[in-house]
Structure formats: C-alpha cells, structure tokens
C-alpha cells in the first residue's frame, strides 16, 4: 500500500471552461489569491512572527485585517477567522448554549448547521418554509417554532438564518425574524455563506448578533477559511480567553487559519469589496438568466423576482429525456460537458440549482444556448 | 476602511535562508505540493465529484487516501482528515469524554491539548515530567495522575502523550504508558504533530487508542490540515454519523478540509514516507549538531542522547551577552538574521528550541558558525 504513491503526487482538475457550481462560482481565487498561496504555502508561514495568537500577528498585517478591516466589513464589533461557516456555526453555538438547549433555525437551513447543533448536544425546531414554489421563510414561521419549544419546556439559547439558504437563494426578511427572536431575549446567527463576499451583508443592519461567512465559498479563498463575527456582548462568550493558557481562545483552540488560506482571503479581499458593490448587476442578470431558462420550459422556484445568483429550477423536460435517453439520468452531465459546462451534479435532471455569478453575458449565453440545444437534440423524431 | 486595502494584496514573506524553526522544518512544502496549490486552490475544489462525504471522494483518490493509505501508514484502524492536531484532539475529547470528566495529559503537553479539554468541559490532571535537565515522562507519572482523579471521585475517561513534546523533544515510552493506562480502561491518545511524518509512527505498536498528526507541522502540506486515526472501537464514537443527515459524521461537522490543503497532503505524501525512512540519519545529525552546541557553551536539554530533531538549549552565555549588547536581548534574532538564520523567537537568548530537521550538514554548519561567531564576537575586550 505505501509502495505505489505517485499516483498522488500530480493529481489534475478535470473541469470544463464554465463552472456553473453555486458551491464554486464565488471561490474562485483572484490572481492576487494564487501568487499568496504560492508566497505563503509553507505549512505554518503566517506564524513567522506571532507573539501567540493568529489574530493579533502584525506581519503580515492579520491584526489590521482581523480586528479593523472585517468587522467594517461585516457590520459587528468582533471578528475572528475560521475554518468555515460550519465551524463558526458549531463555536457559537457551543459557546452560547447548553446542552439540551433548542436551537431553531429556518426550514432552508443548510445540512451543516442541523450537525453543528447535533455535536453541541442542542434540540432544533424548525420555522417551516411555505410550500412550493417560494418556500418561503417568516419571522411568524420562527415565533411559531419558539412557542412550540417552550410547549417543551425548552430554553431556546439561538436561533440561525440561512441568508440566503443554498437550495432556492430565498433571502428572508432577517430585520423582521432577528426583531421577532429578539422579542423572547433569543440572539440571531445569520448564516451569509452565500451572501458574504457576493453581496452588501451588515450584521448590525439585518439585526444579527451573530455572523459567519464562507472565504472558499463566497470570498475567492483557498479554503478551508471563514468568518465568524458577534456583537460585544456575545464575543464575550464566544471568544472568552483560557483560565490557565494566557490570552488563548478557547472556543478556537488558540488558533485556527495558521496557513496560506488566510492570507487567499487578505489577498483576494479588495476584489471581494469592489465586486460587492456591483450585486445589483448580479442580481439583474441573474433574474434575466432565469426567464431565459423558463422561456427553454423550466421552471425556477424559490423567490421571484429573484434576488440571488444561486437559482434552484425544475425541469420536467430534462427528465423526460432522461427516461430513454442513452446513459440515462446521467445525459445532461454528458451532454452539459461537451459544451464547456460543468457544476450540475452528474445525475440530476429534474431538479437541479446552478449560479450566474461572476460569469459574463456571453458565458450565460452559452450556458443557455447548450441547454437549448440538448433539448431540442433529444426531441422525439 | 475599506477604502486602502491594496496593501494585503502582495504581501511577501521576510524570512532568511536557513529556518531553523521546529514548527516550520517539516512543514515545507515539496515542489509537488507547491503545484498542487495552484491546481486546486479555488475554492471547494475537491468537491468537483463528490457525493456527499469527502473522504469517500473517489475524483480525485481521497477515499483510496484516507481509507488505504493513512490507516496502514499510522498503524491504526480508521482515519479521516481533519484542521488539525488540535482539532483532531477535540473531537477526540468531545466524543469520548463527558463535561466533567478527567483527562490525563503529560506535563510537557502541548498547549492546545489543555485548551481542547478546557473546550471540552473536562478536568486535567498532570503526569508530571522530571526535574531539569531530563524533563522526562514515565508510565509511574501516569498511574499517580489517575489515581489523583479517583481520590477526587473522577471518572478519567481519555489520557494524552505528547509524541515527542514540542518544547524538549523527547520520546517516552509510549508502549509503557499505553499499558499503565489501559490498566485502568483508559484510551490513549498519542499526539504525533512532531512525529507522524519525521519519523517512523504506528499506533498499534506504541499502544495508541487514538492517534493525531499535523499536515503543517509535520508532513509537507500546506495548512491547515492534520490526521486523526483511531482503532475501530473508538473509532465508532468519534466518527458516529448524525441521526438526521444521512452519512454525515457529526464530529467532522460533515466535512473538515474541503480544499487545497488536502491536495498538498496527499502531493507531498510519498516524499514524506521516503523521509521517514531516513529518520535514524536525522537523529544522529541531531546529535552531532546539539554536541557542537555544547562545544560553544550551551547545554541541551530534555533526553540525551536525544532522539529528535527538535532540541531545547540553555546559553547563559548568549543571556549574559544581552545585558550589554546594542539592542539587548533582540540581539540574537539580529545577529542571526544577518547570517542568513531565523526560526529563533525575537528576544530569545538564554533558553530556545531549534529543530535541525532536512537540513543539510553544510547547512547546519552554516548555524553553528553563526553562533560561534556572535559568541566571539561580543566577547569583553
């Protein structure tokens, strides 16, 4: 077994020209990104000179960036880096509340967050979404879920937004839900995995005492790297230094990012700042991208108009096909990729989501113009 | 704020030519690794034909990586990748132990191993090394600590050997400790940052329950990423799979390194095994360069004859030198630096680790020529 190890020594990508993954479409790296992951790659290169803690090192400047940059950015009094969403998602919540305790967060919520809260221990009740075709979230759908957790006699420690969540790209009232959670003294998580680095986010603004963000999803990082922010009053628990180990947090085991993913994120974050301010162009594109696609016989769900890149659609049209066609279910990947496409998942065909963001008109075109193409390829002679 | 982020978009690394850090030796990367980087440094990378579960990625080789490979070359049953040493320690902790618990560590602990038990909820209770100069640790120091746990009606549920500790380097005797604890039912977890990957490690051999390794530290990969393996029946418990998320292992959070870092893992993965097989010229290279310290005044520390690269030294001399020198005790870093050496902490002088680990004799050469110079070199008139 440890004889035959070349084979991982020089393992390429195979992937097509245009990457319509929701998962991949905002992570990929700038160019700044890739020359810092050259710069910095040596396992532990940031912590040249640390004094003890990943945030507070001062060359290269994560201090400036960490505790001045971000949390402007984010909109709160505290930031720290991590691995992740889900990793900032299971800190909070491993900090904030007991065992035992409930968490409820929207019927949308990504998978992470329901095994975030199965590793802290916590009980979750769900604010259901409407059915379809919106699958909406509301602020009346988590003060349903609180009340059905106090019938339990439950002590509801947090509640988490998907903002938006990664199926539909539903972005919810978050003002309207953090105020109603806030109305029973419950603090707000909002999870921006998929707004973060794509779109304006302000925690304070949207009323969200707690924050994390995704670097490799939705901030051009090399990942595994994200975000986690809090209001001062909870980054007290959150962040709350070692009773033995001096000026260590505990909730991060001291540090987290000490690699060249944080510096992927400090390189790629000006970029980020700039195209966030270009979301109203994304959003428009995406919404006309849409409308081509049902003028094709789809159907896309969620909110419409929409307002997010990541566009969940039904296409009964797709999977028809798929019942005689050869390779089966699997002839739209086949098909999807001799045009240049990728980011659907091999199998999929009557249901299926996909992201417009950062692609060009023309790409878009393309993407459309082969859907085009393999239906009317397929049509019955 | 937001407005001069040009600056952490170039950010160039200030490091001399010989890096003599323990933490940062084993941690460069092979050129393989370097090209892995690039190949796979967007973000969510490895993801391009997942179905659900990373280490069970079949495109590119993860499964055959951490299913075939890593188990055979740890020595144990199950492994999966993880952030880190330290992270691997805490959901080693999180889901054996109950809050409350004692944990057994030995004195020399790494200080991450104390802050994952103090996020854990437990109680520590401390095999203690030796008096200077050995700083060793013994199966006896073991059993005292359990039995100090069970004087204070504790359960101890997990003990943990620092493999070899990262201040001294020493190697205890695992197998020793191994078998004194599970004299009392108790797992034990090796902490291998310093050693899985340097030099030859298999847990079944030491005796170990459970096992961690540092990708950054210890195996040429670009952080953060590490290893955590476990024999199959405790493996059941730290990899348990959530009861609602079909297939998804709670303590992993679903996934833990979904990114490049993993890549440069597997990359650098058959130079690492090909190192470890000239560990025995590593060790006495170690001991020639720590006895030609002692030639120029200063004294090793922790086991002698000593059985690692990374070496702790005492230098009353170099101390003596900083109550006069021009900039006092920084002086060293600035002598050093000037010759092309770093890796000691800013202001260190009288007691510093090094690790000789990959480098050359003529480089190490280089470094005892340094020394000996500075040491001449501010010798009274």
Redesign the interface.
């Given at each position: 077994?440890?004889d035959n190890?070349?084979?991982?020594?020089?393992?390429?990508?195979?992937?097509a020209e245009i990457n319509i993954?929701p998962?991949?479409r905002?992570?990929?790296?700038t160019p700044?990104?890739?020359?810092?992951?050259?710069?910095?790659?040596?396992?532990?290169?940031v912590?040249?000179?640390c004094a003890g803690r990943l945030d507070l090192i001062k060359?290269?400047?994560i201090e400036e960036?960490v505790h001045?940059?971000l949390p402007?950015?984010l909109g709160t009094d505290e930031v720290r880096v991590t691995?992740?969403a889900?990793?900032g998602k299971?800190a909070a919540m491993?900090a904030l509340c007991e065992?035992g305790d409930f968490v409820v967060m929207d019927g949308n919520a990504h998978?992470?967050t329901?095994?975030?809260a199965?590793?802290a221990g916590l009980k979750i009740e769900y604010a259901s979404s409407s059915k379809e075709p919106d699958y909406a979230i509301s602020a009346e759908g988590y003060i349903q879920a609180i009340e059905r957790a106090y019938e339990q006699k439950g002590n509801v420690s947090l509640a988490v937004l998907t903002y938006p969540d990664g199926n539909y790209g539903n972005l919810p009232d978050a003002r309207a839900i953090a105020d109603a959670a806030h109305d029973y003294s419950v603090p707000l998580l909002l999870n921006g995995a998929y707004a973060i680095g794509r779109m304006p986010v302000n925690a304070r603004d949207l009323g969200a005492d707690i924050i994390v963000g995704?670097?490799?999803?939705s901030?051009?990082?090399?990942?595994?790297v994200g975000v986690l922010g809090a209001t001062e009053e909870y980054a007290k628990a959150i962040f709350r230094l070692?009773?033995?180990?001096k000026n260590?947090e505990?909730?991060l085991?001291?540090c987290?990012?000490?690699?060249?993913?944080l510096?992927?994120l400090?390189?790629s974050?000006?970029a980020v700042?700039e195209r966030v301010r270009h979301w109203p162009e994304e959003v428009e594109k995406a919404r006309w991208f849409s409308a081509e696609m049902e003028k094709l016989g789809m159907s896309q769900q969620g909110e419409r108009p929409h307002n997010h890149d990541l566009m969940f659609f039904l296409a009964e049209n797709l999977y028809q096909i798929s019942l005689t066609a050869k390779k089966g279910r699997y002839f739209l990947y086949r098909d999807l990729k001799e045009r240049g496409i990728?980011g659907i998942k091999?199998g999929l065909t009557r249901q299926f989501k996909l992201s417009t963001y950062g692609l060009a008109r023309e790409e878009l075109e393309k993407v459309l113009q082969a859907f085009g193409e393999i239906i009317e390829s397929h049509r019955p002679a």
């Open positions: 077994m440890l190890l070349e084979k991982f020594c020089n393992l390429k990508r195979d992937i993954d998962l991949q905002a992570g990929i790296l700044e990104a890739r020359a810092a992951l050259l710069e910095w790659g040596d396992g532990y290169s912590c040249d000179f060359t290269p400047p960036f001045g940059v402007e950015f691995h992740g889900r990793e299971f491993h065992k998978y992470t329901v095994l975030a199965e590793r995704s670097g490799h999803k901030m051009a990082a090399s990942g595994p070692s009773s033995t180990k260590k505990v909730e085991l001291g987290t990012v000490r690699g060249a993913p510096l992927t400090m390189a974050f000006p700042v990728c091999p």
